[in-house]
Antibody
Framework: QLQLQESGSGLVKPSQTLSLTCAVS??????????WSWIRQPPGKGLEWIGY???????FHNPSLKSRVNISVDRSKNQISLRLSSVTAADTAVYYC??????????WGRGTMVTVSS | QSALTQPASVSGSPGQSITISCTGT?????????VSWYQQHPGEAPKLMIY???YRPSGVSNRFSGSKSGNTASLTISGLLAADEADYYC??????????FGGGTKLTVL
């Protein structure tokens, strides 16, 4: 069964770049032609879609994050990466990676908490 | 893009049915049938409950059902159980190749 596990820097200073990795296990990312997404949830608040890596290699992101988002996939390592630049306290959240299937998010990682603070 | 609109909270007694609404625009919910619903218990990751407006993933109880009319989607839970108490989020793929979530609805089982 496919599983996702996020990891990365838990504490990031304001104006720096947040970097996270999502490890895919239980199956190859290359099978099924799926797309992969990042979603976040600030403490006590709702879900916010960040962006996704489409199976063709294109990426799309939430317009509210402007051009701060970079999502990439390394199929040889079975992992998805997220980089979010120029972070502020508003970027403090639990970050989830998820598989996209049937235009929905069918498998989620457990999430990783990232705090932006000096 | 603006978040989809959900009621902040709903409640029901065990055995009853409740419905959670999710209102968007013609650019998201009304644009196609790409509406999904997620259940989230405290401290856990969200779980997909409904996709393509009304389809249930394998393993999801048939007590959960979805529908859509115009720019509004709905999630109905019948035969409420204590275990259904959770936060519920709707989501829609948009005409701009992005996704948008609702603000979430806290379901309380009385």
């Amino acid at each position: 069964q496919l599983q996702l596990q996020e990891s990365g820097s838990g504490l990031v200073k304001p104006s720096q770049t947040l970097s996270l990795t999502c490890a895919v296990s239980g199956d190859s990312m290359s099978s099924g032609g799926y797309s992969w997404s990042w979603i976040r949830q600030p403490p006590g608040k709702g879900l916010e879609w960040i962006g996704y890596f489409y199976q063709s290699g294109s990426t799309f992101h939430n317009p509210s994050l402007k051009s701060r988002v970079n999502i990439s996939v390394d199929r040889s390592k079975n992992q998805i990466s997220l980089r979010l630049s120029s972070v502020t306290a508003a970027d403090t959240a639990v970050y989830y990676c998820a598989r996209v299937s049937n235009d929905s998010f069918d498998i989620w990682g457990r999430g990783t908490m990232v705090t932006v603070s000096s | 893009q603006s978040a989809l609109t959900q009621p902040a909270s709903v409640s029901g007694s065990p055995g009853q049915s409740i419905t959670i609404s999710c209102t968007g625009t013609s650019s998201d919910i009304g644009g196609d049938n790409y509406v999904s619903w997620y259940q989230q218990h405290p401290g856990e990751a969200p779980k997909l409950m409904i996709y393509f407006v009304s389809y249930r993933p394998s393993g999801v109880s048939n007590r959960f059902s979805g529908s859509k009319s115009g720019n509004t989607a709905s999630l109905t839970i019948s035969g409420l159980l204590a275990a259904d108490e959770a936060d519920y989020y709707c989501s829609s793929y948009t005409t701009s190749n992005t996704w948008v979530f609702g603000g979430g609805t806290k379901l309380t089982v009385l």
